[in-house]
């Protein structure tokens, strides 16, 4: 292992388009790298897929950035915001298991498959809207106001307020290259707070059949919620409901644009679509390059020691590329049948939402395929964006289709999608 940590170089357009081919040399290189990752925080990669999997296991690696010995890390938790992270994915037992369990029985399996005709209807609303120009964001105008409206449904929350809490995100959550405004941080979390209170609030009063309402029934009737809990729980669901989806379904396009071979067999026969959603996990996942946990003590991991307070970031996105678990794993495959790739994480921090997203993936990739003939990229591949550091996918994605007949292929909402200039920011834009 190398005395220098490397650089993951997130202002290098280039690495941010297509981060693997470091990706496969930091894994060749060694199972555990210390590397500067987004933002100028240090972390320790576990680059190979079997060690990615226990050290998702390991008790000794906590979720509580309050473990992290890094101070930018810690300093970032005035009392406000920490109130906010205090949620089941930032917490370990026996907070996590009891914060866990109240949620639990919106995603099974039962409750996600009978919000199916919901979602398609979503779906099928907003593709009819793009139909006949011809033409789309797909990002934009697509892949994610789909998941933000039925995040928002789901939690009881008005969807026209789904601009204000999708912008605080991106300023809160969304890492870039270099640190982020403070200021600007500091701002969208005092913002997103105060929203939640003042929904929760109004739950309280004029309580829905709405998931959220039920969080505040079993706060006030059974004292397992306190306030805190509550509204960190609230912000977990309303983030972690929709962001990662939208580069599940933005990515999931890119790929199969990208690999016609794929895209037409996908096109051929639809019962593989369950499956393609699963490669597109594995290929090119929303989480890259991993999931943070943080050493309560001196860890050994594959041979190397972790210092106690030191940020181990499981890279799922160069795991999930692994020759020793994936066959061929630079190869987009959509009937690969052995695949348990690690981006929906592993043990008791399992992506809850797992089965929702993958129900919006397989409705919103299925039913572009079905309805948008012909589709392809509008513009040349090399000039797509993607989003750097963390959350991983494309930024804007144009494309271009067959419109219905009698329908001439022009402007979506009186704005022509392709020719919108590069820094542009459409209405659902997570920059």
């Known amino acids: 292992m190398s005395e220098q940590p490397v650089l993951l170089p997130y202002a290098d357009p280039a690495f941010v388009a297509d981060p693997f081919p470091l990706y496969r040399r930091l894994r060749e290189e060694g199972p555990v790298r210390r590397a500067v990752i987004a933002g100028g925080l240090e972390a320790w990669l576990v680059t190979r897929y079997e060690d990615g999997l226990a050290a998702l296991s390991d008790s000794r690696l906590s979720s509580d950035v309050r473990d992290a010995s890094d101070p930018r890390l810690t300093q970032q938790l005035p009392s406000e915001r920490e109130s906010m992270v205090s949620n089941m994915l930032r917490s370990d037992p026996p907070d996590h298991t009891r914060l866990r369990r109240l949620v639990s029985k919106a995603f099974t399996a039962r409750r996600v498959a009978e919000m199916r005709p919901r979602v398609q209807e979503i779906t099928d609303r907003l593709l009819d809207g793009l139909l006949p120009a011809g033409r789309a964001e797909l990002v934009a105008d697509f892949a994610l106001p789909l998941p933000v409206t039925v995040i928002s449904e789901l939690l009881g929350v008005p969807v026209d307020d789904r601009h204000e809490f999708q912008r605080w995100t991106d300023d ?22 105060a929203y939640l209170t003042e929904l929760i609030a109004d739950k309280r009063a004029r309580p829905g ?11 006030d009737e059974e004292q397992r919620l306190n306030e805190d809990e509550l509204i960190a729980m609230a912000f977990l669901l309303l983030v972690a409901g929709y962001v990662t989806t939208v580069n599940l379904i933005g ?31 594995r290929y090119d996942g929303p989480v890259n390059p991993g999931i943070a ?10 041979g190397v020691t972790v210092p106690r307070g030191a940020t181990v970031l499981i890279a799922s996105a160069i795991a999930d590329r692994d020759p020793a678990r994936f066959a061929d794993p630079d190869r987009l495959d959509i009937t690969r049948r052995d695949n348990p790739h690690l981006a929906f994480g592993h043990g008791i921090h399992y992506c809850l939402g797992a089965p929702l997203a993958r129900l919006e993936g397989q409705i919103a990739i299925g039913t572009v395929l079905r309805r948008l003939p012909d589709l392809a990229l509008a513009v040349p591949p090399e000039e797509l964006r993607w989003r750097p550091g963390g959350l991983r996918g494309p930024a804007r994605l144009p494309v271009t289709f067959t419109p219905p007949d009698g329908h001439r292929p022009g402007s979506v909402a009186g704005r022509d999608v392709a020719g919108s200039a590069p820094g542009e920011v459409a209405p659902f834009g997570t920059g």
């Open 172 to 193: 809160m959550l969304l890492r870039r290259a270099e640190m982020p405004d403070p200021a600007v941080v500091d701002a969208a979390w005092q913002r997103m707070r």
């Open 209 to 219: 059949d709405d998931l959220l309402s039920a969080l505040i029934t079993a706060r």
């Open 251 to 281: 990515s999931g396009v890119a790929a199969l644009l990208a690999h016609p071979d794929q895209l037409a067999l996908l096109r051929d026969d639809p019962e593989l679509l369950p499956g393609a959603i699963e490669e597109f996990l």
């Open 293 to 302: 946990r943080f050493a309560r003590e001196d860890v050994e991991i594959a």
